[in-house]
């Protein structure tokens, strides 16, 4: 055995610089570039914007589908002489107002639900009867109640905001915890101490989703009620700017108009609702 142990041929593995496993490897200023959300997204817009010029070339006809450039052209131009703003501003007004109504009402009613059984019910009772109806839809009944002013789009706008956000927000505060809600009882939270300081932050990503679902509602159906019903207290919004320019045939115009919604789309989504979103849940830790 001795001898066995004292001659035993030793095994030596070389191992080559070529084989050995990357811990870590550098990328290159490319690619860390493109790690960033925001760059991928503006390449994807200059991807569209180039594939909308070409179709416009190809197709030849402004009246019918005027290029990005044309577009881009006609938007300049409005802006230029301030008539894109102000219609923008009008539109922004009067959702800004029908947002924030509908948010206050959505959150009466989750705290009434969230307080008390009858609370529940109603709420389960009205989102049933009433989130099926289109905004639009309501519009004639609007016109009715509150006449050819601001007032019937703001009802609209109430309607298409209110119950995405009471669902969603709903939904979460009943999927919250036992363990949280008693951690917040044991503290002697009560009633809208425990919503504002246990519920709604446990919630809040469903909250926000649903604020995000309510402001594309809200806008989307702007713009409709603009375009069914025109001029808001005697001024009209993007709404109608689109609506104007194409019974006088002005495409670029109107395709300037349909840019202008684009944009303060995008910038609600990636800037506001980004901002909001990387200042809470993210930094909270409740989304990577």
Excluded: C
């Excluded at 923008?88 to 969230?114: C, P």
């Excluded at 519009?139 to 109640?145: N, V």
């Excluded at 009560?190 to 604020?211: D, N, Y």
């Excluded at 919004?237 to 194409?246: A, P």
Aim: no cysteine; hydrophobic share 55%.
């Amino acid at each position: 055995m001795t001898d066995l142990l004292t001659f035993r041929p030793e095994i030596v593995h070389e191992v080559h610089s070529s084989d050995a496993p990357v811990i870590a490897k550098s990328i290159g200023v490319a690619e860390r570039i493109y790690s960033y959300g925001f760059v991928r997204k503006t390449l994807i817009l200059a991807g569209l914007a180039i594939a909308w010029e070409a179709y416009g070339r190809w197709l030849g006809n402004p009246l019918l589908f005027p290029t990005f450039g044309q577009t881009v052209e006609a938007f300049v131009s409005n802006i230029a002489s301030g008539v894109i703003p102000q219609r923008m501003l009008v539109s922004l007004q009067t959702l800004v107002i029908g947002y924030g109504i509908g948010i206050g009402l959505a959150a009466l009613l989750t705290t009434l639900a969230i307080g008390s059984r009858i609370g529940a019910d109603l709420l389960e009772t009205l989102t049933s009867m009433f989130n099926p109806l289109p905004a639009i839809a309501l519009l004639p009944l609007a016109l009715i109640w509150f006449g050819l002013g601001s007032g019937s789009v703001i009802f609209v706008l109430v309607h298409s905001v209110l119950w995405a956000i009471a669902l969603n927000t709903h939904a979460r505060f009943r999927s919250v915890s036992n363990t949280l809600r008693m951690v917040g009882q044991n503290y002697g939270l009560r009633g809208l101490k425990l919503v504002r300081l246990i519920l709604i932050p446990a919630a809040f990503p469903a909250i926000l989703t649903g604020l995000k679902v309510g402001w594309a509602f809200a806008w989307r159906t702007l713009i409709a009620a603009e375009l069914v019903f025109g001029v808001s207290s005697g001024a009209g919004g993007l709404g109608w700017f689109i609506y104007e320019n194409r019974n006088q045939l002005e495409t670029a115009n109107v395709f300037a108009g349909l840019f202008t919604v684009i944009l303060i789309g995008l910038f609600v989504e990636n800037v506001i609702f980004a901002t909001i979103e990387r200042k809470t849940i993210r930094r909270w830790g409740m989304q990577h």
